[in-house]
């Protein structure tokens, strides 16, 4: 495709589109792997699990793989953080991130923070929370070598 005839104007409105498509996507194939997940349908093709499923039958690398398999953990335990997710207020990665710390009692803080989040203002966040919701001071980490 030639993208010099278009004006400039024309390549944002074009790129914005893309964009906005792309997260609409992002987001009906989460809730579509959630949906896998729950029938089991990577297990009954013979894979052993959502992240093998999403690699070898859908062609995902392993990183976009891993990643939407931990962002499906996220919303089976918070789903509201589907919503985030279509307003562009979080990404499939930070979703991704909140998998291993997200609990039922802790995800009002968690999403709370989510939507003005960095990955790493996110990930130091989550540092400082337990699976209650309860804020823990965290030591400073210092490498001297």
Avoid: C, W
Avoid at 53 to 74: D, F, I, M, P, W
Avoid at 92 to 112: D, G, H, R
């Amino acid at each position: 495709m030639k993208f010099n005839k278009y004006t400039n104007e024309e390549l944002e409105i074009r790129a914005k589109n893309i964009v906005d498509q792309r997260q609409k996507l992002d987001v009906e194939l989460l809730l579509i792997f959630s949906e896998i997940k729950k029938r089991k349908i990577d297990l009954l093709a013979g894979y052993s699990g959502l992240y093998d499923y999403a690699e070898r039958k859908l062609g995902l690398s392993k990183g976009q793989a891993n990643k939407r398999k931990q962002a499906v953990k996220t919303i089976e335990i918070a789903p509201e953080a589907i919503q985030l997710l279509k307003e562009g207020k979080t990404h499939v990665s930070n979703l991704a991130l909140l998998a291993p710390k997200i609990t039922s009692l802790n995800k009002s803080k968690i999403l709370a923070f989510l939507p003005s989040a960095t990955k790493g203002k996110l990930s130091f966040f989550l540092e400082t929370i337990d699976k209650e919701g309860n804020t823990v001071s965290i030591e400073p980490k210092i490498d001297l070598i």
